[in-house]
C-alpha cells in the first residue's frame, strides 16, 4: 500500500466513449503525476500538478484532459480515444515536483483497453 | 527524448546469485532514482542517489554513480525469487523554464529463478 489508490483499475471503452480515471493520495504530498506505460515504451509523462497548478503537459492531445481539484485529488478524462492509446496509465505523487523531484509514490495504475 | 537507458534489457538468475543492472544516462542531473515494477502493478522506490554522492546501500541493495561516465548500475545481492521483477532508472533532466522532469528508461526484466 503506497497511499496512492487509483480507480478503476481496468477499463475498456470504445473510441467514442467519455470516462474518467481517478486517482488519491493520502500522503500529503503536493504535487500528483500521471504517467502513461505501453509495452516496450519508457513511462511518458504526460501531466505535473504543483500545488493544483498544471506545470507540465508534455504535447498530449485534447483527447486526455487533466483535472485537479484539490492537492489529495487528481482525475483523467478521456473521450474519443485510439485503439494505441491502450495501455497502463499510472498516477504518482510526491513532496513536490518541477524543481525538485524527490521520491515517486505510485498507485496500482488503471488499465485502459480501447476497442 | 529518453535521458536513461538500462541494460540488460533482459537478466536471468539463478536464487542466491547477485544481479547487477546498468544505467546510462545523456545530460547532467541532480539525482538519479531505481524504481522496481512488479508485473502489471505500479512502481515502486528503491534508492536515491544524488549527483554528489558515489554509492548508496539499503538492505541487499547497492547503488553505484559515476558521474564521469554518466552510468549507474543497481547490484541486488542475495537475489530471491520475489526480485523478480522489471527495474527501472530515472533522472531528472531539465525541460526549459526552470523545471526538470523524472524521466524513466525501457527498464531491465529480471527473473530470478528458484
Known amino acids: 500500500e503506497t497511499g496512492v489508490t487509483q480507480t478503476p483499475r481496468h477499463l475498456v471503452m470504445g473510441m467514442t466513449n467519455k470516462k474518467s480515471l481517478k486517482c488519491e493520495q493520502h500522503?500529503?504530498?503536493?504535487?500528483m503525476y500521471w504517467y502513461k506505460q505501453s509495452a516496450k515504451k519508457p513511462l511518458e509523462l504526460m501531466f505535473v500538478y504543483n500545488f493544483k497548478e498544471q506545470t507540465e503537459n508534455n504535447s498530449v492531445p485534447s483527447r486526455f484532459s487533466p483535472e485537479c481539484p484539490n492537492s489529495s485529488h487528481l482525475f483523467l478524462h478521456l473521450h474519443t480515444l485510439q485503439p494505441e492509446d491502450s495501455a497502463l496509465y499510472l498516477c504518482?505523487?510526491?513532496?513536490?515536483?518541477?524543481?525538485?523531484?524527490?521520491?515517486?509514490?505510485f498507485g496500482e495504475g488503471s488499465r485502459l483497453t480501447v476497442l | 527524448s529518453q535521458q536513461g537507458e538500462e541494460d540488460p534489457q533482459a537478466l536471468s538468475i539463478q536464487e542466491g546469485e547477485n544481479a547487477t543492472m546498468n544505467c546510462s544516462y545523456k545530460t547532467s542531473i541532480n539525482n538519479l532514482q531505481w524504481y522496481r515494477q512488479n508485473s502489471g502493478r505500479g512502481l515502486v522506490h528503491l534508492i536515491l542517489i544524488r549527483s554528489n554522492e558515489r554509492e548508496k546501500h539499503s538492505g541487499r541493495l547497492r547503488v553505484t554513480l559515476d558521474t564521469s561516465k554518466k552510468s549507474s548500475s543497481l547490484l541486488i545481492t542475495a537475489s530471491r525469487a520475489a526480485d523478480t521483477a522489471s527495474y527501472f532508472c530515472a533522472t531528472d533532466a531539465y525541460s526549459g523554464a526552470g523545471s526538470y522532469q523524472l524521466t524513466f528508461g525501457k527498464g531491465t526484466k529480471l527473473s530470478v529463478i528458484p
Open positions: 500522503l500529503g504530498h503536493n504535487a
Open positions: 504518482a505523487s510526491s513532496q513536490e515536483g518541477g524543481i525538485a523531484w524527490g521520491e515517486l509514490f
